[in-house]
């Protein structure tokens, strides 16, 4: 069986005229979807890179958080919303109300699979909280949660307390944070990544 492909071409189409265009890969027609979205903002991208995110077969904490991650942002942007009606052809509320479960399934699939993926030093694993920690994993999951709650997404009650799951990337952050003498330039960005985060949640370092 051949993995789910995903293919997403941009081009541009001057005024009064006409483009053609083919199609990035030849794929059987009974199994498959094109979409053409044309649009004069560039958030029309937004729709082909969430779909893409969000039907990718890969569990991973990466991509959990990424599925997630376009919907949560765009939620409220004003300009999103009125662009997410008109490509849809299915009208504003329609197509608010398809983000907003789209949002919704893709919250329950990260609260569902996040705790298992926290390690005993509070940082987060590729796969399970068995594995080690990955620093960006680490800042990328705090990011998430971060804007989640500055989006008005409530948590679940169990990761706010003081031994909770985001209370625990709070502090894994403030470690992650901290310079070593043996750090090199990735390493260095991690931090950097850290510091930023902790910066928005008003934790000086």
Not at 140 to 163: C, D, M, R, S
């Amino acid at each position: 069986m051949t993995a789910k492909q995903q293919f997403i071409k941009v081009g541009e189409v001057a005024s009064n005229k006409q483009a053609e265009t083919e199609l990035p890969a030849v794929l059987f027609p009974q199994s498959r979807k094109q979409t053409a979205l044309i649009s004069p903002a560039p958030l029309v991208l937004a729709q082909g890179i969430s779909s893409y995110l969000g039907n990718y077969d890969n569990l991973c904490t990466e991509q959990i958080i990424s599925a997630a991650m376009p919907n949560l942002l765009f939620a409220n942007n004003p300009e999103y919303q009125s662009l997410l009606g008109v490509l849809s052809q299915v009208g504003d509320t329609q197509a608010l109300q398809a983000n907003k479960e789209q949002l919704n399934k893709n919250l329950l699939r990260v609260f569902s699979l996040l705790p298992e993926r926290q390690t005993t030093d509070d940082g987060f694993g590729l796969w399970s909280g068995l594995d080690g920690n990955d620093a960006f994993l680490t800042a990328y999951v705090a990011h998430f949660l971060i804007e989640a709650q500055e989006h008005g997404v409530k948590l679940p009650a169990a990761w706010i307390t003081p031994n909770g799951l985001f209370n625990k990337a709070v502090s894994a952050l403030e470690r992650l944070s901290r310079p070593d003498s043996s750090d090199d330039l990735p390493m260095l960005r991690q931090r950097a990544y850290a510091t930023y985060l902790l910066a928005r949640l008003g934790t000086s370092t």
